[in-house]
């Protein structure tokens, strides 16, 4: 099974701030890699799927980026909508694993 | 509109067998693959398990494997997931997703509680 690994678990940040979160996965998934959003008492929302295409309606302050085993996603100037948890997760195999999450909250 | 809506969470006690499922709308149901992605309290998301258009093929998560069980029934627009023997770890909120030609889950339900507890 691949295995994939999220940094940092857990961020503090401020409105207007650029922040990046990185996912690791155990062997080369290719372009296959989704990112998704969690609200607390809410569904997973998909924001990027195929490693940087953006879902239909997420701002495009949100950038996917990567290849591989090794991808990142970044917030260019974070809103205050954004303080949430995000997940990576592999489609390139099943099982499909999600990373353990990133918290984002605020400074 | 797509809509996802779960059912069939409730308490139940460890070894204990649990039907859920999931109604689809607002989409043409059997062109799409579909999940069952569940999240035990405090947790992040585990990934379960995934059935194609036709229900020929089938993918779990080792945890579940060999205790679980995904169907579907496209003329009822309905995913299953039987679960059996279950334990106390499989307490979590079971959401089930839809599987977006792109690979991601596009669409998610808004999940129900499976709580396995004496």
């Known amino acids: 099974d691949i295995q994939m690994t999220q940094s940092p678990s857990s961020l503090s940040a401020s409105v207007g701030d650029r922040v990046t979160i990185t996912c690791r996965a155990s062997?080369?998934?290719?372009?296959?890699l989704n990112w998704y959003q969690q609200k607390p008492g809410k569904a997973p929302k998909l924001l990027i799927y195929?490693?940087?295409s953006l879902q239909s309606g997420v701002p495009s302050r949100f950038r996917g980026s990567g290849s591989g085993t090794d991808f990142t996603l970044t917030i260019s100037s974070l809103q205050p909508e954004d303080f949430a948890t995000y997940y990576c997760?592999?489609?390139?195999?099943?099982?499909?694993?999600f990373g353990q999450g990133t918290k984002l909250d605020i400074k | 509109e797509v809509q996802l809506v779960e059912s069939g969470g409730v308490v139940i006690q460890p070894r204990g067998s649990l039907r859920l499922s999931c109604t689809a709308s607002?989409?043409?149901?059997?062109?799409?693959?579909m999940h069952w992605v569940r999240q035990a309290p405090g947790k992040g998301l585990e990934w379960v398990s995934l059935?194609?258009?036709?229900?020929?093929?089938?993918y779990y998560a080792d945890s579940v494997k060999g205790r679980f069980t995904i169907s579907r029934d496209n003329t009822k627009n309905s995913l299953y997931l039987q679960m059996n023997s279950l334990r106390s770890d499989d307490t979590a909120l079971y959401y089930c997703?839809?599987?977006?030609?792109?690979?991601?889950?596009?669409?998610w339900g808004q999940g129900t509680l499976v709580t396995v507890s004496s």
């Open positions: 607002g989409f043409t149901f059997e062109d799409y693959m």
């Open positions: 059935i194609s258009w036709d229900g020929d093929t089938t």
């Open positions: 062997q080369s998934i290719s372009y296959f």
């Open positions: 997703a839809r599987g977006g030609r792109s690979g991601g889950n596009d669409y």
């Open positions: 195929g490693e940087s």
């Open positions: 997760q592999q489609s390139y195999s099943a099982p499909r694993t």
